[in-house]
């Protein structure tokens, strides 16, 4: 196991901006960008087996075996909710839906490791984040059954509504962090975005934004190796951890399928940043096992024999090899996780099931944070309007 | 009472919002030290500091996607683009994101973003220096997009640009900022609020619509035509979205009589919108057709060719005896099309 990046200390310089990293780096510039058996790090090999590691146990040293259930408790209900809307969405009750299976650990192991007070910034599949942050998912289902364009207040969970647009949100996680520099808090942001996004100017920007205030922000990349249809390669050459040192800002390349050592990368990374070491790069190697949504067809692009290789992988498998390994994986543990997956899926469902449509009219609300007369006018306009048909028509 | 020019009346504006507020932060290429290429924030770094007064990273998208979060963060964030064409590469922050926003998350999330943009052209510079960009902005709904003409305005609606909690595009008239106008720094809150236009020149023949750069012009195109028998009233529109039509209409029921003037392209510009929304609420008023006198529609030309690109007083005056039916010397031209 080798990183490709070492973590070259900003620590010491906390507060002189001409601070780069100036150590050479490793050269990873021979890392396919899609490699995802070597040059990342690992606690938990697929089987289960726990790997030492002396520069990242101590970052996980107090995940217990409580805390192992519990993360793995996680992983089958975000997971049992993924298939719910699935399922919801063949049964036409939900318009679209992205889902997220196989990213559990990469969501799980990186929103676990944030504070309550911490601020996310995600794009549309982190679906196992805004459960971390405590959404109600039937809020969310709100978005993807096309009752409304966002399903939270983004100060009640800390968590921005997610960003449709590709790498928008990196930037608003830098103008975050740096607002936490600037009034001397220690929260810290974090953007969540994809390998597709990397080839966005915005994420660029960010990374230089965020190295020149040394802001307080974590970029974590989930490489799921594909951008709906065109693989990680038509992205990047090279490992897209390798991107991040050119901007000044030390990057990891880690498994993505690992919630282990997911934890012990972002932790240490978040530690930074709170400590005014500024930014870190995370790339969770990972695979996005289903459709990019429920309108995409893999099957034109991709084979099985790749989708049989990840799934050798899958994040819950090796949770519960590693859990079985220790004795925790008892038919109780089993029996308990399952019981709490199936009542929150039953409970998203109902909840789904029982949305009201939206007000016609509503669509006029919160263009600004004023009436505008504008505006009123053409509202009234068009309540006149319905109002002339029999029965009404809202 | 000062004498001001409009950029340092801008200037006296920035500093007061800085000193009221202090989730006030500035942000922008060259604004510190150099004090920005027209010296609007001259002096303002030195006095509020480096992480108020913010020398911002080459990059448009990256200052309006950071200052997005900023104002996740409860700052208010003044951005400053460059030059008007220089905006663009920010065109994807500010209509995905900073315009949708407020809709989007019900109003729980406000982004008090001012965007400053020096606008329009009569500086003889080179390409994307001279541009009139506002209708991309107008047509998008949940941004605000004023435009001032004179230092007063400029310091009060700057200070008014900030203090609201929408995002607001301040376009500047860059050939103006060395114009010189009474500023009273005592009355700020007393001045009109920034979304009313405002009559300022009086009139009962023709009403002649315009705002930023072009402000000017009218008043003077309202005096030459006065001299020729012609009253002339000139409305600053102020705000260019939303627009107080009810002023504009007010006018219109008097004179009968609708010009409107801007820098812009005329195709889907501002004066198609005021044309048509006066047409509609005024028609039984007006006696003659509205009259558009824009910049032509073609890419902003050459700095030696921008004369013929800009609107000016003969232009206007132009139109201003064909919606009143007057033949004049240059009627043959006039009515060609």
């Known amino acids: ?394 | 009472m000062t004498q001001l020019t409009l950029s340092k009346a801008i200037n006296a504006g920035l500093r007061r919002a800085l000193e009221v507020d202090e989730k006030v932060v500035l942000m922008g290429e060259d604004i510190g030290k150099l004090g920005g290429v027209f010296r609007v924030t001259d002096g303002l770094q030195a006095d509020f500091g480096p992480n108020r007064v913010i020398d911002a990273p080459l990059a448009e998208s990256g200052m309006l996607g950071t200052a997005i979060g900023l104002a996740y963060r409860g700052y208010r964030p003044v951005v400053e683009i460059q030059f008007d064409g220089f905006i663009f590469p920010a065109f994807n922050q500010i209509i995905t994101q900073i315009s949708k926003m407020h809709a989007r998350t019900r109003g729980a999330v406000k982004l008090p973003i001012t965007i400053r943009v020096p606008f329009g052209g009569g500086i003889g510079s080179v390409e994307h220096h001279s541009e009139s960009p506002e209708a991309y902005f107008a047509h998008t709904p949940g941004l605000r997009v004023v435009s001032c003409s004179n230092s007063q305005d400029a310091y009060t609606m700057i200070q008014q640009a900030i203090a609201s909690d929408d995002p607001v595009l301040f376009f500047e008239p860059k050939r103006r900022y060395w114009s010189k106008g009474e500023v009273d720094q005592l009355a700020e809150t007393e001045q009109p609020s920034m979304e009313r236009a405002q009559v300022v020149n009086s009139g009962t023949d023709v009403t002649l619509v315009t705002y930023g750069p072009l402000v000017m012009t009218a008043k003077d195109a309202a005096l030459a035509a006065a001299d020729d028998g012609v009253s002339v009233e000139v409305i600053d529109l102020r705000s260019l979205s939303p627009i107080d039509f009810d002023t504009v209409a007010a006018s219109v029921r008097k004179t009968g009589r609708l010009v409107i003037t801007h820098e812009a392209q005329q195709f889907l510009g501002l004066g198609a919108e005021i044309a048509a929304s006066i047409t509609e609420r005024c028609f039984d008023y007006l006696e003659a057709a509205p009259a558009r006198v824009t910049g032509f529609d073609v890419p902003y030309p050459a700095a030696k060719l921008e004369e013929h690109y800009l609107p000016n007083l003969d232009r206007m005056l132009d139109a201003v005896d064909r919606v009143l039916g007057r033949r004049n010397s240059l009627s043959d031209w006039s009515h060609a099309s």
């Not at chain 1, 504070?115 to 405590?134: K, M, P, Q």
């Not at chain 1, 005014?276 to 099985?304: C, L, Q, W």
Request: proline share 5%; charged share 25%.
């Open chain 1, 1 to 394: 196991m080798s990183t490709i990046q070492p973590e070259t200390s900003l620590s010491n310089h906390l507060h002189d901006e001409r601070a780069i990293p100036t150590e050479p780096m490793v050269d990873g510039t021979s890392v396919p960008p899609g490699e995802a058996s070597a040059d990342f790090l690992q606690l938990l090999t697929p089987d289960g087996h726990r790997t030492p590691n002396a520069d990242y146990d101590p970052w996980v040293a107090d995940v217990d075996v409580a805390s192992l259930v519990r993360l793995y408790e996680d992983h089958v209900v975000v997971r049992r909710i993924d298939t719910e809307a699935m399922h919801l969405q063949r049964q036409g009750q939900l318009g679209l839906w992205a889902p997220l299976l196989g990213q559990e650990a990469a969501q799980i192991g990186s929103a676990r490791s944030l504070r309550s007070d911490d601020f996310v910034f995600s794009s549309y599949r982190e679906n196992a984040v805004a459960y971390c942050r405590g959404v109600d998912f039937t809020d969310l289902m709100r978005v993807w059954r096309g009752n409304s364009h966002s399903g939270w207040d983004p100060y009640e969970i800390n968590m921005a509504i997610p960003s449709v647009i590709i790498g928008t949100q990196a930037l608003h996680a830098t103008g975050y962090a740096m607002g936490c520099q600037f009034d001397g808090g220690d929260q810290v942001a974090i953007a969540y975005f994809g390998d597709g996004a990397t080839s966005q100017g915005d994420i660029s920007e960010a990374m230089v934004f965020a190295a020149r205030f040394q802001a307080p922000v974590v970029f974590f990349c989930q490489n799921n190796q594909w951008a709906i249809s065109e693989p990680v390669e038509r992205q990047a050459r090279i490992a897209i951890a390798n991107r991040a040192p050119g901007f000044g800002i030390p990057s990891i390349r880690v498994d993505g399928n690992d919630v282990l050592a997911v934890m012990a990368v972002t932790r240490r990374a978040i530690e930074r940043a709170r400590t005014g070491g500024g930014p870190t790069f995370i790339e969770a190697v990972t695979y996005r096992m289903g459709p990019h949504t429920t309108s995409d067809d893999p099957t034109r692009y991709r084979n099985k024999e790749e989708l049989d290789e990840w799934s050798v992988k899958d994040p819950i498998k090796r949770l519960e090899a590693h859990l079985s390994s220790m004795g925790a994986l008892t038919d109780e543990v089993r029996a308990e996780v399952q019981a709490k997956a199936d009542s929150v899926a039953a409970e998203v469902r109902a909840g789904t099931l029982g949305l009201t449509d939206p007000e016609s009219l509503s669509i006029f609300d919160h263009v600004l944070s004023t009436e505008s007369s504008w505006l009123e006018r053409q509202k009234s306009q068009y309540s006149a309007y319905l109002d002339m048909f029999e029965g009404g028509a809202r």
